[in-house]
Structure formats: structure tokens, C-alpha cells
């Protein structure tokens, strides 16, 4: 199983940003995948998740209405449109899926929001 963060940055306030996470390994499309965050100091929180088809989502509170999750199936990649982007935004964010009883991590992207 692998899973392959990609399109972190800096970024100013207000801006936006589009993350992907590249998935192989496993049957991408049978399964729900998610996006967390790990701000430094603090514990790694949910961020967006998404169910196998694509039709069902869930956001964490701090990012309802800024943030959108999707996927594409035919390419196993998840996407994280990052919208409105506020330097609390600022983190390591991970591509994540549990398998059975396993939880499965990407390594990680960093954003930044600065000006």
C-alpha cells in the first residue's frame, strides 16, 4: 500500500491550493479515504473524508464551506481543494485509509499559509 501526497506550499491568506494523493496497492475504489492534518503542537485532526463512490463526504468543522474532498477512481487519486485558505490552515496534511484492522498514512505535504 502506498499513498503519495503532492501539492503542498506556501500560500497568503486568502488564497487557495489543490492537494492530491496518488493511491496504489490496494482497490482504491472499494474503499473510504480521507485527508488529515498535524499542525506543530498540536494532535492530527480530521480534515475531510469521503466514502468509495465518491457520493457521500464529511468535513471537520474548521473547514465546512472552505475545503471541498473528491476522487477519481480511474486514476486512484483523492483530491483536496483548499479554498479561502487562513494561516490556522497551516500543516503537514496526509492522505489516510484504513484496510481491515490497518491504518495506512502517506508521508505527508506541507501548507502554509503566510504572508
Known amino acids: 500500500v502506498q499513498l503519495v501526497e503532492s501539492g503542498g506550499g506556501l500560500v497568503q491568506p486568502g488564497g487557495s491550493l489543490r492537494l492530491s494523493c496518488a493511491a496504489s496497492?490496494?482497490?482504491?475504489?472499494?474503499?473510504?479515504t480521507s485527508w488529515y492534518r498535524q499542525a506543530p503542537g498540536k494532535e492530527r485532526e480530521l480534515v475531510a473524508g469521503?466514502?468509495?463512490?465518491?457520493?457521500?463526504?464529511n468535513y471537520g468543522d474548521s473547514v465546512k464551506g472552505r475545503f471541498t474532498i473528491s476522487r477519481d477512481n480511474t486514476k486512484n487519486t483523492l483530491y483536496l481543494q483548499m479554498d479561502s485558505l487562513e494561516p490556522e490552515d497551516t500543516a503537514v496534511y496526509y492522505c489516510?485509509?484504513?484496510?481491515?484492522?490497518?491504518?495506512?498514512w502517506g508521508q505527508g505535504t506541507q501548507v502554509t499559509v503566510s504572508s
Open positions: 489516510y485509509v484504513r484496510i481491515g484492522f490497518v491504518n495506512y
Open positions: 496497492g490496494f482497490t482504491f475504489s472499494t474503499l473510504r
Open positions: 469521503i466514502s468509495s463512490g465518491g457520493r457521500n463526504t
